[in-house]
């Protein structure tokens, strides 16, 4: 049987990459503000090593485009930005989301119907 922690990690890790795009969908961000944001969530906390190899992976499939900013402290910045095909990847995973969640819920229980 799966202990605890492995189960947090197959569950976080087919639903980090559409969290990335969600979080650039309305406003571009960078990597340490990505990196962060997840920080704040108990149960999506992931170190940089695993998303900045996820935001180079995102912007190779073309679902991210990034450009180089300056920052106001520091050196500059790349910030990430939603393409057109990532926000069609974000969208179709959404709906898929909502039935998935929804069967899963009611299989073990957790639904309320």
Same mark, same amino acid.
């Given at each position: 049987?799966?202990?605890?922690?492995?189960?947090?990690?197959?569950?976080?890790?087919?639903?980090? $990459?559409?969290?990335? *795009? @969600?979080?650039? =969908?309305?406003?571009?961000?960078?990597?340490?503000?990505?990196? +962060? /944001?997840? &920080? $704040?969530?108990?149960? *999506? @906390?992931?170190? =940089?090593?695993?998303?900045?190899?996820?935001?180079?992976?995102? +912007? /190779?499939? &073309?679902?991210?485009?990034?450009?180089?900013?300056?920052?106001?402290?520091?050196?500059?910045?790349?910030?990430?930005?939603?393409?057109?095909?990532?926000?069609?990847?974000?969208?179709?995973?959404?709906?898929?989301?909502?039935?998935?969640?929804?069967?899963?819920?009611?299989?073990?229980?957790?639904?309320?119907?």
């Amino acid at each position: 049987m799966a202990d605890v922690a492995q189960l947090s990690t197959s569950l976080r890790r087919g639903t980090l $990459e559409f969290c990335v *795009l @969600a979080m650039v =969908e309305h406003e571009d961000r960078y990597g340490t503000e990505i990196v +962060r /944001r997840f &920080g $704040e969530e108990r149960n *999506l @906390a992931a170190s =940089e090593g695993t998303i900045y190899p996820l935001l180079s992976r995102l +912007r /190779r499939v &073309g679902w991210l485009d990034s450009k180089w900013s300056e920052s106001p402290s520091g050196p500059p910045r790349r910030y990430y930005a939603l393409t057109d095909t990532g926000r069609s990847a974000l969208e179709h995973f959404r709906s898929e989301w909502v039935s998935f969640r929804q069967t899963v819920d009611r299989l073990v229980g957790t639904g309320g119907a």
